[in-house]
């Protein structure tokens, strides 16, 4: 909790872990090594703290055997790339912050989609002959809506399954409401989040472009969905990393283990593509 927050004071952890004072303060002295407190006496992280935290993040269950294990270069090298939570941190600490960058990415996504006069649903790139550009808004933020909608509700069908498998199976109505929208503004974040996710997207227009300029024709669509190998490579690379940031994001703003954050973004892809199935025979 004090690693998601980056700082916390000692009253609004108590309230957020749900525990008494002499719990919080029992426990923080077991965590001496790994938690200290700034000037203001809000609790932050540790050298050590960071470490351990970032573990957790990454992994899940770690024990002291994994702690003591030395990463490679390659190691961390890969670890940075396919899950980088160094990138997705700072853009989703604060609200404020998260919305600039998450408008940002949409903003840019935007512009190179109408320059190709293409439309986004979901994750995937159609060419309608009656494009427009409310029909493009309306469709991105349909798609927005439905990724968020569709991973909050995974990520606490997850939560449900643990607790239940732990004996925890109380559910609160606050509970069901925090499904969506949850405390300090983590629905914010986690919108910005899909958005800034989708930034990826943009490869396959910028792409696109480079070929209509050069006058190559591999991304002349005859159809509403890309057609010719090139353009379908360059979209599943586009989607990869997609995947690579939704996992991060959902890992740190949902507190899951890395592995059940990349199968909530893997299926978010084939959910795209039963859209697309759908759109294509509707068409």
Same mark, same amino acid.
């Given at each position: 909790?004090?690693?998601?927050?980056?700082?916390?004071? +000692?009253?609004?952890?108590?309230? @957020?872990?749900?525990?008494?004072?002499?719990?919080?303060?029992?426990?923080?002295?077991?965590?001496?090594?790994?938690? /200290?407190?700034?000037? @203001?006496?809000?609790?932050?992280?540790?050298?050590?703290?960071?470490?351990?935290?970032?573990?957790?993040?990454?992994?899940?269950?770690?024990?002291?055997?994994?702690?003591?294990?030395?990463?490679?270069?390659?190691?961390?090298?890969?670890?940075?790339?396919?899950?980088?939570?160094?990138?997705?941190?700072?853009?989703?600490?604060?609200?404020?912050?998260? *919305? =600039?960058?998450?408008?940002?990415?949409? /903003?840019? *996504?935007? +512009?190179?989609?109408?320059? !190709?006069?293409?439309e986004l649903i979901i994750?995937?790139?159609?060419?309608?002959?009656?494009?427009?550009?409310?029909?493009?808004?309306?469709?991105?933020? =349909?798609?927005?809506?439905?990724?968020?909608?569709?991973? !909050?509700? /995974?990520?606490?069908?997850?939560?449900?399954? /643990?607790?239940?498998? %732990?004996?925890?199976? @109380?559910?609160?109505?606050?509970?069901?409401? %925090?499904?969506?929208?949850g405390p300090d503004l983590?629905?914010?974040?986690?919108?910005? !989040?899909?958005?800034?996710?989708?930034?990826?997207?943009?490869?396959?227009?910028?792409? +696109?472009?480079?070929?209509?300029?050069?006058?190559?024709?591999?991304?002349?669509?005859?159809?509403?969905?890309?057609?010719?190998?090139?353009?379908?490579?360059?979209?599943?690379?586009?989607?990869?990393?997609?995947?690579?940031?939704?996992?991060?994001? =959902?890992?740190?703003?949902?507190?899951?283990?890395?592995?059940?954050? +990349?199968?909530?973004?893997?299926?978010?892809?084939?959910?795209?593509?039963v859209v697309q199935y759908?759109?294509?025979?509707?068409?």
């Amino acid at each position: 909790t004090i690693g998601d927050a980056g700082r916390i004071s +000692a009253t609004t952890l108590r309230d @957020k872990l749900g525990i008494s004072t002499g719990s919080l303060y029992y426990n923080l002295k077991q965590l001496d090594r790994l938690v /200290t407190q700034d000037s @203001k006496r809000n609790y932050v992280l540790t050298e050590d703290g960071n470490i351990i935290y970032r573990l957790l993040k990454e992994q899940g269950d770690i024990n002291l055997e994994t702690i003591k294990t030395t990463q490679s270069r390659l190691e961390m090298i890969l670890s940075n790339i396919f899950f980088p939570i160094w990138l997705v941190a700072p853009l989703l600490d604060r609200a404020r912050l998260s *919305l =600039l960058a998450g408008v940002l990415s949409i /903003t840019f *996504l935007s +512009a190179l989609l109408l320059n !190709s006069k293409a439309e986004l649903i979901i994750l995937h790139i159609y060419h309608f002959p009656n494009f427009s550009i409310n029909s493009y808004v309306l469709k991105l933020l =349909l798609s927005i809506l439905i990724i968020y909608v569709y991973v !909050s509700a /995974t990520s606490f069908i997850h939560d449900l399954m /643990t607790r239940r498998s %732990s004996g925890e199976e @109380k559910i609160s109505l606050r509970r069901l409401i %925090s499904i969506f929208f949850g405390p300090d503004l983590q629905w914010v974040k986690l919108i910005c !989040s899909i958005m800034i996710s989708m930034l990826p997207l943009a490869i396959y227009p910028a792409v +696109a472009f480079v070929d209509r300029v050069a006058g190559w024709g591999q991304f002349m669509s005859k159809g509403v969905i890309p057609s010719s190998m090139a353009a379908n490579v360059t979209l599943v690379i586009a989607q990869l990393g997609v995947f690579i940031l939704l996992t991060a994001t =959902l890992s740190y703003l949902r507190r899951l283990r890395w592995h059940v954050a +990349a199968l909530i973004s893997f299926s978010v892809i084939y959910l795209s593509i039963v859209v697309q199935y759908i759109v294509v025979l509707g068409s």
